[in-house]
């Protein structure tokens, strides 16, 4: 909608398209003014960004000025009638853009989400007298993420502000000096870490929407630069080049939205060189192999949406398939073998030659198995770890069943596992860190019961530091167990899970249970470990019951592939038959059974309330899929070479048969069996599950007179990252809880 408008009047929504390799892509400005000084945020709908506060805007002589110093974007315009006419300006880039006064639209029904009384005073039906509060599990830790500089003479990590603000923050190992290196502003730093002994990258994306930017910065805070400031591009971190200290391999995409092409950047001045192309889109590379030294020794291309060919260069010019594969077939290079005089030698982890994942010492030149190295009846392995200073010594494998495994492998490593685990026989720890010389490591200690705590342990001196306790307020006495369960599918599968029993349970009494199907589904899996939200729910009296469902990753692919086509219907029946399983050990009180969950999890909450709508007390619906036909249509960009894969894996529409089927599994189309109370959540950014598969379940079901509270933050994207927006959402999921599962 444009509007006339008073030529100083330039208060409201601006919006133009930037024209960008024959891409429009839109941008809007939302300028205030308040006791005469003009701030303006920044929108880019194509993105999912909403509300990035700009750093400067100003407005002098029909001249408009904004700037965002940290992505490097200025622009520049003069208002002449109602628009202004002028020029955007990112990096070295210069693109003309005009911008028209509108009114400024949020996604999605606006008129959907519940008003911030009413969720309050649903979080406020949570009124036991408990001795930890939600704030308790999910304020993120003072302190977190700590890493050494290679050589050791720095600390880094982040450090919560009163603000709740996470910035990074260098610590000088000899002097104690602390230095603050990234300042977190309305973003979130994503991630960071040291590209060197001077430098650290960090990325970032706006709003949630999960298009990635790489910044670096100097150790003394200084040279901070965004390397990739390219709009609707979203970066990924290929290979550190511990070899070339001022260079790493990233993939970015850049010349088409729909597929990565690698470039080597240089992390001071953001210089790129582009490594290879990836220009067939139907076709497009989905993989890289680089070496340490920056050598790009193979790819595999993802041949018509299923099939994956595998190449490999001997002579470093050209490349030769040296496979080829189902897309279901795994063949990975772990590492190439550089102790070996043979170039060729890699470790691969594969199931070609069994239903596990195993782990190999092969030949890449003469596509041959040299020797196998590892192997699990039950489990897929994959992990393994070298030593670069040893000469790339190998020093252990690790797995992952019942809970995480280390296998020991060099003599060096044989020690250090038996020192660590001597002195701390109770907690499953991980190798944090290690400087380059081995001098110094970070140990990070775990259980069901214990969130972390880091301990830096001097080789030299064979020491171990008490370095940081993540949440000392919480103490292990009164966390609960989390026990790994096993029993049969109807059909007579073996599944595996967790159940989490608060101290009711273990004095024999049934308990309420939240029954909590994990995301993905394909290829993920619940895991042992400290879980924040089943430590919440057993503290209010409630169990969890985590089902590693059919589909799920880390048993191997015939377990994987029994759940394809069978989302919401075969993968239902194993939640189902775990919760049954949890019932007949007489731990849970099968009149009150909740189910909550994430992504695919929010899906299945969805399904189970229309599958067998008197199974569940209520549902908690976060950030799940509600209409499989909606939800195929807009999967972002980065996804779409993967539609066929994904088709398979769930259903494809054009197959009548599987029409039906998805006719029948899509919540949307079945609210008429649904009997019980729902609570759905959403961030407004999602790139993934957009926020209309929320808007539709809630719209049909307020349609048949259900209350149905709908939660929505306007600066989130798939999950909640903020702390304050987790809480709330952990408060009023309390509330909920509170007014159905124990009345």
């Known amino acids: 909608m444009l509007t006339q408008i008073n030529a100083q009047d330039i208060t409201g929504a601006w919006e133009g398209k930037l024209t960008i390799k024959e891409s429009k892509i839109p941008i809007l400005f939302n300028v205030k003014l308040e006791a005469g000084s003009y701030s303006s945020t920044m929108d880019s709908p194509s993105q999912g960004a909403s509300g990035i506060p700009m750093d400067e805007t100003s407005f002098t002589n029909n001249i408009l000025t904004i700037k965002f110093n940290q992505a490097g974007i ?27 006064k509108t009114v400024k639209t949020l996604p999605g029904n606006t008129a959907l989400p519940t008003s911030e009384a009413e969720l309050e005073k649903l979080m406020n039906a949570d009124t036991g007298n408990y001795k930890y509060s939600v704030e308790d599990y999910f304020a993120r830790p003072k302190a977190r993420s700590f890493s050494f500089s290679p050589n050791g003479y720095y600390m880094s990590y982040q450090e919560k502000d009163a603000n709740k603000k996470n910035h990074v923050y260098v610590k000088n190992t000899e002097t104690e ?23 650290l990258i960090y990325v970032m994306d706006k709003g949630g929407n ?65 490594l290879y192309k990836n220009e067939d889109a139907a076709n497009p590379i989905n993989g890289y192999e680089f070496d340490k030294d920056g050598n790009l020794r193979g790819f595999s291309i993802l041949r018509d949406g299923v099939f994956v060919d595998m190449y490999y260069t001997v002579d470093g010019k050209n490349y030769e398939i040296k496979k080829k594969l189902s897309w279901k077939d795994r063949f990975s290079i772990i590492s190439f073998n550089y102790a070996s005089d043979n170039k060729h030698e890699a470790y691969v982890s594969s199931n070609l030659y069994s239903d596990k994942t195993q782990i190999y010492l092969y030949d890449l030149k003469e596509d041959k198995i040299i020797k196998k190295l590892f192997a699990n009846e039950d489990y897929d392995v994959s992990g393994l770890s070298l030593s670069r200073k040893r000469n790339y010594e190998l020093d252990y494998f690790s797995y992952e069943g019942e809970k995480a495994n280390v296998i020991p492998v060099s003599n060096y490593y044989k020690t250090l596992h038996k020192r660590i685990t001597s002195k701390f026989p109770d907690y499953s720890y991980s190798i944090s860190d290690v400087t380059d010389d081995e001098s110094k490591y970070l140990i990070f200690l775990q259980s069901d019961k214990l969130y972390g705590i880091y301990y830096s342990y001097d080789a030299k001196k064979d020491t171990f530091k008490l370095l940081y306790n993540l949440m000392p307020n919480l103490n292990e006495k009164d966390m609960a167990e989390m026990r790994p369960i096993t029993f049969k599918s109807r059909d007579g599968l073996t599944i595996r899970g967790y159940i989490t029993l608060p101290r009711e349970a273990k004095k024999g009494n049934k308990v309420p249970v939240i029954v909590n199907p994990h995301g993905g589904p394909q290829g993920i899996r619940d895991s042992w470990g400290f879980n924040p939200e089943a430590q919440l729910f057993a503290s209010r009296g409630y169990a969890t019951l985590q089902v590693n469902f059919r589909i799920s990753g880390g048993y191997g692919k015939k377990f994987l592939e029994s759940g394809f086509k069978q989302i919401g219907r075969k993968a239902m029946d194993d939640v189902e038959d775990g919760l049954q399983y949890a019932i007949n050990q007489g731990w849970v009180d ?65 197959i ?88």
């Open 74 to 100: 200025k622009y520049v315009g003069n208002l002449k009638e109602n628009k202004f006419e002028g020029t955007f300006f990112q990096g070295s880039n210069e693109i003309p853009l005009i911008l028209n």
């Open 177 to 199: 000096k602390i230095t603050r290196v990234i300042e977190e502003k309305e973003e979130l730093i994503r991630g960071f870490g040291w590209a060197n002994d001077d430098r």
């Open 590 to 654: 099968k009149s009150k059974v909740a189910i909550y969950g994430g992504s695919h999890g929010g899906y299945a909450v969805l399904r189970g309330l229309t599958k067998t709508p008197d199974l569940y007390t209520c549902g908690v619906d976060y950030v799940g899929v509600s209409n499989l036909f909606t939800f195929m249509k807009s999967i972002p960009a980065y996804w779409k070479p993967y539609l066929k894969i994904l088709k398979e894996i769930w259903y494809d529409s054009a």
């Open 210 to 274: 999960e298009d990635y930017h790489l910044f670096a910065v100097d150790v003394d805070g200084k040279n901070q630069k965004e390397l990739t400031p390219y709009d609707g591009v979203k970066v990924r971190i290929l290979n550190g080049l511990k070899e070339d200290k001022n260079h790493m391999i990233i993939s970015m995409n850049k010349n088409n939205p729909s597929i990565f092409e690698p470039y080597k950047i240089n992390i001071i001045s953001g210089e790129l060189e582009q």
């Open 656 to 743: 009548p048969a599987e029409k039906a089927i998805m006719n029948e599994v899509s919540p949307v189309f079945q609210i008429d069996k649904v009997k019980k109370p729902l609570f759905v959540v959403q961030g407004a950014n999602d790139p993934r599950v957009n926020i209309d598969e929320s808007d539709q379940i809630v719209s049909a079901l307020r349609g048949k007179g259900f209350d149905v509270p709908y939660m929505v933050k306007y600066d989130e994207g798939h999950g909640f990252a903020k702390e304050e927006n987790s809480i709330e959402l952990y408060k009023a999921m309390m509330g909920f809880y509170a007014k159905h599962l124990k009345n």
